[in-house]
């Protein structure tokens, strides 16, 4: 308040600026969650941005030490929430590495399926958010009309709408229920031309153009030196997209591209999730054509759990099942590094096991988490409305950064 | 593993960038190189590791301009010691490589924040949960916890549930 007071009451000629500190957050509606930003300013001008995190950590890692595989899957689900898609993803596919276990065509299938429909999903809210905090309400709400029908589309897959768990070692909880391809195919028709809708009410529009455009630019030689992925170093210009580069799954089977920007600023970030939410359409499109039948889990009793049909009709499944969810399996001794391209950036665990049935070590290499260390140089010698439109472009959740 | 079975594992010119080449020009830095899974390990020594990572970063055919990730490990019980991990990218030729130092209970580590800037905030996290102070970092400081807080998180001798105060009457007592 002091400093406040000592910039008003200067005046004359030479008017010298204090620096002042101010506090942005933790409660604030635009930094998207329980950030706490501190600027230091001359005027309106950002000196230096500092984030200051670790409101919402959980020790999630702790956590994982102290579990059994399998049981640790349901956690990953409140890392990024607003795809846990991919979490459960990422962590799955480490475990499946580590324990050298090779899942069903089938469910990879599945995987990108679902994968890609909660990269729309999780873009739909960047991008609506984005617009909320720019003052271009009307889109946050057409993007939930979309958001909603894929919601839809995994309640009928696993029967939540938030924190799925549909991801277990060794395949999926559940097929693909009867129905849910035809509606599949409902949405995949309908939203090329909502995206369409967003671009109408965006893109051209003048005042979106000058809240962006030049607004929180990083070179790509930056971008790759701060550790940034994901939209956000695309944006920059670096085509690094892991679904192309090193193809997990079955993305090696499809034809989509990788859309990249060239200056680097937040308009360019936009962009970039405008158009991979239209790739990600492409994706889903193919996966539901070349979709083949079969088991969704793979034939691996001493890690996946036998069938239900029959657990209920042959007892020593039912021991074995009973076994295995009590006391797990033991994964060799060794140590693996696995990650995906989740929406928003290069989502990996690492996993160190020393032969038990319990991980010695899990690191979560967040996205959002390391993207957050580049609000500082972006934001450095804007304006403070800027460092709304840098936060939003960056598009972090804070249950992935403080884990 | 013998370096022999290594070349065995890997394909051709993977093993002479990723294993030959590092460990002909760094020699006896190199302590120990493993493979599981498709996966190189280095560990290195803790002297020697920002000359490894500059020249991992500027060789023209490596080119690992980007650092995943930096994590501790607490090995205390079987190796006596804790490891720090990078996990490094190449973005043009699409390798991935771990190296690790080894470093005992209250030893520094030389900080990498000169070489990749997103060093920062992992180099912190490290500290924050496993206390092992980083050298030449230019702002270390707790990321998650609290400033004032005691004990670091992810060793193993930290309990669970945290310790028993004020604010957390389900803790362990403190000895």
Known sequence: ?403 | MEEKEIEKELPAQQYSLLVKKIRDRFGGAILETTLFRGEITHVVEKGALVGICRFLKHEPDLQFKFLSDVLGVDCRKTLSCFEVVYHLYSIPNKYRLRIKVRVKENEEVPSVTPVWRSADFAERETFDMFGIVFDGHPNLKRIYMPTDWEGYPLRKDYPLTGYKDEYNPFGVEKV
Not at chain 1, 166 to 188: A, W
Not at chain 1, 203 to 212: A, E, H, K, V, Y
Not at chain 1, 223 to 236: E, F, K, N
Request: net charge negative; proline share 5%; hydrophobic share 40%.
């Open chain 1, 1 to 403: 308040m002091e400093d406040v007071m000592s910039i008003a009451s200067n005046s004359g000629d030479d008017i010298i600026t204090k620096e002042v500190t101010l506090n942005m957050g933790p409660q604030h509606p635009s930094t998207h969650g329980v950030m706490h930003l501190i600027l230091r300013m001359q005027g309106e001008k950002i000196v230096k941005a500092e984030p200051d995190i670790g409101y919402l950590h959980r020790g999630m890692e702790k956590i994982a030490e102290n579990l059994l595989y399998s049981q640790f899957v349901p956690y990953t689900d409140r890392l990024d929430y607003l795809s846990s898609m991919t979490n459960n993803l990422s962590y799955v596919m480490a475990v499946e590495k580590l324990i050298g276990l090779e899942i069903p065509e089938r469910a990879k299938y599945i995987r990108v399926i679902v994968s890609e429909l909660s990269r729309i999903s999780s873009h739909l809210l960047a991008v609506g958010a984005w617009g909320l905090d720019l003052g271009a309400v009307t889109l946050v709400l057409y993007a939930f009309r979309e958001r909603e029908m894929i919601l839809d589309l995994f309640e009928m897959l696993c029967g939540a709408r938030l924190t799925y768990n549909y991801m277990k070692i060794g395949g999926m909880r559940g097929d693909l229920p009867p129905g849910f391809k035809e509606k599949c195919r409902d949405f995949i028709q309908i939203f090329p031309k909502r995206v369409d809708e967003y671009e109408q009410l965006l893109t051209g529009n003048r005042i979106w153009l000058q809240r962006n455009k030049g607004v929180g630019v990083i070179s790509a030689e930056d971008a790759v030196d701060l550790g940034l992925t994901g939209p956000s170093l695309r944006g920059s210009g670096v085509k690094w997209d892991i679904r192309k580069d090193t193809p997990y799954l079955v993305y090696d089977r499809f034809d989509f591209k990788v859309p990249a920007g060239g200056n680097g600023d937040c308009f360019d970030r936009y962009m970039v999730r405008i158009e991979e939410m239209r790739q990600a359409n492409k994706i889903i499109a193919q996966a539901l054509e070349q979709i083949p039948d079969g088991p969704v889990n793979a034939d691996a009793p001493e890690f996946v759990s036998p069938p239900r049909k029959d657990i209920t009709t042959n007892m020593e499944v039912l021991i074995h099942h009973f076994k295995l969810i009590s006391h797990g399996f033991k994964a060799p001794k060794g140590e693996v590094y696995s990650s995906i391209e989740a929406p928003k950036g290069e989502l990996g665990f690492y996993i160190v096991s020393d032969g038990s049935e319990m991980p010695f070590r899990v690191k979560i290499r967040a996205p959002s988490f390391v993207n957050l260390q580049s609000v500082d140089p972006m934001s450095r010698g804007a304006y403070f409305a800027d460092v709304v439109a840098v936060i939003s472009s960056l598009d972090p959740v804070f249950g992935e950064v403080d884990k």
